[in-house]
């Protein structure tokens, strides 16, 4: 069964960081485009970061020049290092293959709070 596993969120104060890992298993994880969503309380998920299979960033207007995407295939791991967290930095953290529309994992709670 493919799976991804969301880790490392956790409480940080504003301007703080945070790493977040995603580890895949079941799955051939360097053919895919991969995402990190975010979606926050009562909210829609929203898409945060994009690591493309040929090593392509793109990110959104709100984090960008604060978080960095990048991945290790072999390791089959996607990352996010998030860098002057803000408090609307707050929600829960997802990753999934770009193009997966029904699949949501666990995801890892990330809250920015003095």
């Known amino acids: 069964q493919v799976q991804f596993v969301e880790s490392g969120g956790g409480l940080a104060q504003p301007g703080g960081s945070l790493r977040l890992s995603c580890e895949a298993s079941?799955?051939?994880?360097?053919?895919?485009?991969m995402s990190w969503y975010r979606q926050r309380s009562g909210m829609e998920h929203e898409l945060v970061a994009t690591m493309t299979s040929a090593g392509a960033t793109t990110y959104a207007d709100s984090v960008r020049g604060r978080f960095v995407i990048w991945r290790n295939n072999a390791e089959k791991t996607l990352y996010l290092a998030m860098t002057n967290l803000r408090p609307d930095d707050t929600a829960v953290y997802s990753c999934?293959?770009?193009?997966?529309?029904?699949?949501w994992g666990q995801g890892t709670q990330v809250t920015v709070s003095k």
């Open positions: 079941q799955i051939d994880f360097s053919l895919y485009d």
């Open positions: 999934k293959p770009t193009l997966w529309i029904n699949y």
